[in-house]
């Protein structure tokens, strides 16, 4: 992900996935995989705006959810 991002230039990222469980919350995982992208990212002066996490209920948000 981050080689696609410095291969095109990005200066920011915005994460979308989805959960077909039927639940949009985030799990530890995600959590942990977002902290490491963001760290990953960060010096080399790519952005992560936000990780959403989508299902056939709706969306959640680690922005909104303070956990990013």
């Known amino acids: ?3 696609h991002s410095l291969e095109f230039s ?5 994460l979308v996935h989805n959960h077909p469980s039927g639940n949009p919350a985030s799990s ?3 959590v942990c995989m977002t902290e490491e992208i963001h760290d990953i990212a960060k010096p080399l002066g790519i952005t992560l705006h936000n990780h959403i996490i989508i299902d056939k209920t709706g969306h959640a ?6 956990l990013l």
């Open 1 to 3: 992900m981050i080689h």
């Open 61 to 66: 948000s680690l922005r909104s959810l303070k």
């Open 10 to 14: 990005a200066t920011a990222l915005i």
């Open 28 to 30: 530890a995982a995600d």
